[in-house]
């Protein structure tokens, strides 16, 4: 997990002052409008609506956007209709990858994703071909700078229900069960702990460690497949060192 852990926390930072901006407000509202009508339009009773309009604010996406994008999930408003959609395919180097989608257009997004696939050296995979790989987690990252000492962190993490916490060298990385990620991040939080990000995600059992050109390739494809409005999340069981990330991102 490690390295599409650090390469989440590269690209959280710089959705901020993303120059494509304007795709990423699409992306937000596409995932709020969806979590409003399958959850209501509260986020005190709707967790994954919560989280989707709070990764909206870390982006700086202007509160009316937010509230349009609420209210269109709950009929309030007219707008299109998308339907989830998840794609499973191999990267260089065997890495395997899920792509998690949000489209008006079943057609048009799976002739996009294939493309992107066969461009940057993948190919396409049926359903549960990489899957099994993956397991629903909570995953919460604190940079190291602003944490207390490991031992601390660990305390107050086990304490509200964290299963782990592991060195990704520049943060501490904590997982959980999807149910009890909303006690821990909050605990973390009530204790002064800067969080960096905090997201259910899809985390891979097994790695891939990668290195030169393959490893650029991986995130080249992650990149493409990201680039795609239509395209909400991918997760892939890559491990590459932090300097590559870096240099790449």
Do not use: C
């Amino acid at each position: 997990m490690s390295g599409h852990s650090k390469w989440s926390t590269i690209k959280h930072k710089k959705a901020a002052t993303d120059a494509r901006k304007g795709a990423i407000f699409t992306k937000m509202a596409r995932e709020i409008a969806v979590a409003a009508k399958e959850g209501g339009g509260d986020p005190t009773a709707n967790f994954r609506l919560r989280l989707a309009v709070q990764k909206a604010r870390e982006v700086n996406m202007p509160a009316d956007n937010i509230e349009r994008a609420i209210k269109r999930g709950t009929g309030e408003q007219g707008g299109v209709q998308y339907e989830e959609l998840r794609y499973e395919g191999y990267g260089p180097g065997g890495v395997a990858v899920l792509v998690e989608a949000l489209t008006d257009n079943r057609n048009r997004t799976g002739q996009e994703v294939r493309h992107a696939f066969a461009r940057f050296g993948g190919s396409m995979g049926d359903p549960g071909s990489t899957a099994w790989m993956f397991q629903r987690r909570g995953v919460i990252l604190v940079e190291k700078e602003s944490a207390p000492d490991e031992e601390r962190l660990l305390e107050i993490a086990l304490e509200a229900g964290a299963d782990d916490l592991a060195d990704q060298e520049s943060h501490w990385e904590i997982t959980t069960e999807p149910s009890g990620f909303k006690v821990v991040s909050d605990a973390l939080k009530a204790s002064g702990i800067r969080v960096v990000s905090a997201e259910i995600t899809m985390q891979p059992t097994v790695t891939v460690p990668l290195e030169g050109a393959q490893a650029k390739s991986v995130l080249a494809l992650i990149e493409a497949l990201e680039d795609n409005d239509d395209v909400q999340n991918v997760y892939a069981n890559f491990d590459i060192p932090e300097e590559v990330l870096a240099e790449v991102g």
